[in-house]
């Protein structure tokens, strides 16, 4: 790796930092009063370089620059006192990885978690989770999705607001924590993918500016500010430094993928564009020994990232998270039709219909809640599996001022039928942690900053609300919590007592059943689903979709996704392998009602 500290096997450490902004650095080695002062040596295009036989694994260390600011180092492996203090020196070799056979799973066994390490036990670390990996086992799923562990500031944070993306944050535990995480999950044939940020740096500890400056582009900007410099002169050293963080965390935590966090985000006007340099650089590295996956968050539903070669794998990245599916979801069992719901209000079994066939729901079509502009490509051609459908994500149940899970805000009967309609698609399903018990705590937007920071955080985020009608009254905006109370974090932990509750219960029993289901029936065929699948809706919220696959069977949908019963909804042939309702037959379907049929080549 280019940048960072790198033990070397004569015994000494060399350290590199990219600084065009900077006329001097020193390596500042040791803590305490009277730390080692190295001068490193300048060479051409910004790099300082200097070899030391004075570091060992441990080491604490930093960056002087221009014998003023002392800062973190950019390619940390591990920062044991949060993001500004120094840096530690960590052997990368030094874990004995017992996982030696593992080649991954292929992506059509693929079963999603998404858990945010905090939270998700009382614990809130690397250990709490590997605690419950036999759990997940037991549900059925087969891939953990981790939400960002890079080191962000303070003890608590969702994980995108990083900012030294090579280093597991401290409050989680060490990197070898992490190491053995992974290495238990694949213990149990499970895969680990992470959620990585390559859009932009959190607002707390981001020092590039004071020796990097053309890490960022100032004619551009983000949501979150100056956006970085992928395509402008230097772009190449920051494509380099997310490319090489890619790698990293495939290669020395042996991650079997990563998920990119909105790249629609990422301005990026180069040819052939950083995601497929990313996915080039993986396949050939990586890739081409074992399975790794890169999944994708795009507003923009790029179906071109998605594209598949001659042997159906995919060319760039493997699959798309698909808020289309997701939103229509939302509208037809919670009734909600404002913000981005606008968009599907009118249409939501259709989109519903189209986002189940075609991946995408909008493919070119114009949207309301983007001022009319054009969204989308075409995505029908694209295999079931190129995308990953949901009905919550960190972002769908904490973008809301309350955190509402999808349980919270939909009556029982819709919310089952939408279950049992994804976790038996040929859609890669994503469950998001405690959806499976429909667990009582809310996820609620968290951080941990201080002073004016705190301030900007908390009244922002309730301005932000004060767009919807039930929070524009002032009074009730001061209720939305705050981010950066500790009670807010505490009360987004899962209670895991629930799971043995009524009402709790009942929910984890039908998802193992559902999963149950797939492991048998769907993931055995699902390597051969094809593209251009059916979908039709009947005027009375029928919805019957029908797949493909490569040995001639198909699959087939059939659902009634209304409060009001169906006569004459038809179904085609096949074997039922799941029926919501007993007494569905002879066309007739009651409310909420879902039945699936395999249909097998004659």
């Not at 080695?29 to 730390?35: D, F, R």
């Not at 551009?220 to 890619?246: C, I, M, Y």
């Not at 509402?404 to 279950?419: D, F």
Request: aromatic share 10%; glycine share 10%.
């Amino acid at each position: 790796m280019p940048f960072g500290a790198e033990l070397r096997e004569d015994g000494n450490t060399r350290f590199r930092l990219w600084a065009p902004g900077a006329r001097t650095v020193e390596l500042k080695l040791g803590l305490g009063a009277s730390p080692r002062l190295l001068p490193m040596q300048a060479s051409t295009d910004g790099w300082f370089e200097v070899i030391s036989p004075h570091a060992r694994a441990g080491t604490r260390y930093a960056f002087r620059i221009d014998e003023k600011a002392s800062v973190p180092d950019p390619a940390s492996r591990y920062n044991p006192d949060d993001i500004h203090a120094p840096s530690m020196v960590v052997d990368p070799r030094a874990f004995d990885w017992p996982d030696a056979g593992w080649r991954g799973r292929p992506w059509h066994e693929a079963v999603i978690y998404e858990l945010h390490i905090g939270t998700f036990t009382g614990t809130g670390d690397f250990a709490g989770v590997e605690s419950r990996l036999d759990y997940l086992v037991n549900l059925g799923v087969t891939a953990l999705e981790l939400m960002p562990v890079a080191d962000f500031p303070g003890k608590r944070n969702w994980g995108y607001d990083g900012v030294l993306p090579f280093a597991p944050d401290a409050s989680y535990g060490t990197p070898d924590q992490l190491k053995r995480l992974i290495a238990a999950a694949h213990a149990r044939g499970l895969m680990v993918i992470m959620d990585v940020v390559y859009n932009h740096f959190g607002p707390d500890g981001n020092y590039l500016h004071v020796y990097a400056p053309q890490f960022f582009n100032p004619e551009l900007h983000t949501p979150w500010g100056a956006a970085l410099n992928f395509d402008a002169e230097h772009g190449e050293k920051v494509r380099s430094f997310f490319l090489h963080n890619a790698l990293y965390w495939i290669e020395e935590f042996h991650l079997d993928g990563l998920r990119l966090d909105a790249v629609h985000a990422i301005i990026d006007r180069s040819k052939p564009g950083f995601i497929a340099e990313l996915g080039a650089a993986v396949r050939r590295g990586p890739g081409a020994r074992r399975q790794v996956h890169l999944i994708l968050e795009n507003d923009k539903n790029e179906a071109h990232h998605l594209e598949r070669g001659i042997d159906s794998l995919p060319l760039r990245a493997t699959g798309q998270w698909n808020d289309d599916l997701h939103h229509a979801v939302h509208v037809l069992t919670t009734k909600e039709r404002d913000g981005y719901y606008i968009d599907y209000a009118e249409r939501p079994l259709w989109f519903l219909g189209r986002s189940l066939a075609e991946g995408f729901g909008f493919q070119g079509e114009a949207s309301t809640t983007r001022d009319g502009e054009l969204r989308g490509e075409p995505s029908g051609h694209l295999p079931a599996s190129a995308f990953i459908s949901f009905l919550q994500t960190h972002d769908q149940v904490g973008n809301r001022a309350l955190g509402e899970r999808i349980g919270m805000l939909s009556p029982p009967a819709p919310l089952r039928a939408m279950t049992a309609a994804l976790l038996l698609s040929p859609h890669i399903p994503m469950l998001f942690m405690g959806e499976e018990f429909n667990a009582s705590s809310p996820f609620l937007f968290f951080c941990d900053f201080h002073d004016e920071l705190a301030d900007a955080v908390r009244e922002g985020r309730r301005a932000e609300f004060g767009r919807f009608e039930k929070f524009r009254d002032p009074a009730v905006r001061e209720a939305i919590p705050d981010p950066n109370a500790l009670r807010t974090f505490e009360r987004s932990r899962l209670v895991w007592s629930e799971t043995g509750e009524p009402g709790h219960k009942d929910w984890l029993e039908l998802y193992r059943e559902l999963l149950q289901l797939r492991a048998t029936h769907l993931m055995p065929r699902l390597a051969g689903v094809l593209g251009n699948a059916a979908f039709d809706v009947t005027a009375e919220d029928g919805l019957r979709v029908s797949w493909g696959f490569h040995d001639g069977a198909k699959l087939h949908l059939v659902g009634n996704f209304s409060d009001a019963a169906i006569d004459g909804l038809v179904r085609p042939a096949g074997r039922v392998i799941y029926a919501s309702h007993a007494e569905e037959q002879g066309g007739h379907a009651p409310p909420w009602s879902v039945v699936w049929l395999l249909e097998e080549r004659a």
